[in-house]
């Protein structure tokens, strides 16, 4: 899976949680968009649900059981306690491979 | 209800999930050994919890085959040790870490994030009296449970929002292999009793009906309470 495709899986789920009532619609979702940490467009509750649909789909789509882990991922620390969209984008291609 | 119970092949955790099973519940059990459940509704896993993508690999299949599940008993720890802090080796005290509270940290977690997207669930931890009475020779096993109730504490803050409550069912000296084994090698059973504001053995039927209790409609509302069998707090 390389970075576009990861991010059309997040926008995808981000899709499905909207229309399940779980999350509000985000306005100007994009790779900038923040998903965890100040600024966050999900409330915690949110990006649980958000972070387990990713993984469950991840599972769909390269058929391994792959989980996430927060501090696995880069400019995500703790001088940048920011998680944006295009950096769990970038994880994600790295952990398919 | 699919009621998920940790540590089903014998004890409490044996009891708890025939005493659901009998009342025509989906239990899933797991534990280190194989099956001695024979039931049609009753769907056991051979796992140690302490390895955390077993654990992860096994909820996800839960997960995905039920679609749900309702209520989580963690009853699974491991009662071995009798010894004083002083004479406690240190590969012993790394196990009951591993077992009794990573172990649980990683089911919790899991388990925990399926009831959220649910958006509704039950968890219940077994603890002990042993963090209140803090009875000689328990220290490593008590310190586990103390963690134990402090997750459950945490968690129930952190998930009460999606209609999920935490509780923990802390009892007394009860009959099970565990303890039978702990309370040999002390020889303190009397001792314990003493301690107990019901000075008896606690029955696995009492703690079973706690449980029906905090996994009943009506207690939506009772969440992070540690509920003592046999002490008075």
Redesign the interface.
């Known amino acids: 899976m390389n970075n576009n495709e990861a991010y059309e899986l997040i926008d995808g789920v981000v899709k499905n949680l909207v229309a399940s009532d779980?999350i509000n619609t985000i306005d100007g979702f994009d790779e900038q968009t923040i998903v965890l940490g100040n600024g966050s467009v999900l409330d915690?509750?949110s990006f649980?649900?958000f972070?387990?649909?990713i993984e469950d789909k991840l599972?769909e789509v390269t058929g391994k059981?792959l989980?996430l882990v927060l501090n696995e991922i880069n400019n995500f620390n703790v001088d940048n306690p920011n998680l944006t969209v295009g950096g769990l984008a970038t994880y994600l291609a790295t952990l398919s491979k | 209800m699919v009621i998920l119970i940790t540590g089903t092949s014998k004890g409490l955790g044996r009891y708890l999930a025939e005493y659901y099973l009998k009342k025509t519940h989906t239990v899933i059990g797991c534990s280190l050994s194989a099956n001695v459940i024979m039931h049609p509704s009753y769907h056991h896993t051979q796992l140690d919890l302490s390895n955390e993508s077993n654990v992860r690999s096994w909820v996800n299949s839960v997960r995905k085959k039920f679609q749900t599940i309702d209520v989580l008993i963690c009853n699974a720890a491991i009662v071995s040790s009798a010894l004083f802090l002083t004479l406690t080796p240190g590969n012993l005290m790394e196990s009951f870490l591993k077992t009794n509270v990573a172990g649980v940290f990683y089911i919790l977690r899991e388990v925990s994030k399926q009831m959220i997207k649910q958006k509704r669930g039950r968890i219940i931890a077994i603890s002990s009296i042993t963090t209140a009475t803090h009875q000689e020779g328990t220290s490593v096993y008590s310190a586990t449970k103390c963690a134990v109730n402090e997750l459950i504490k945490i968690l129930a803050k952190e998930v009460s929002s999606s209609n999920i409550t935490c509780n923990v069912i802390a009892p007394g000296m009860m009959k099970t292999n565990a303890s039978e084994e702990l309370a040999k090698k002390l020889e303190w059973e009397k001792e314990m009793l003493q301690k107990q504001t019901i000075q008896r053995v606690i029955l696995k039927e009492e703690v079973a009906h706690v449980s029906d209790f905090l996994i009943s409609p009506r207690s939506s509302s009772i969440t992070g309470q540690v509920i003592y069998l046999g002490l008075s707090n």
């Open positions: 779980a915690s509750i649980i649900t972070i387990t649909d599972q059981e989980y």
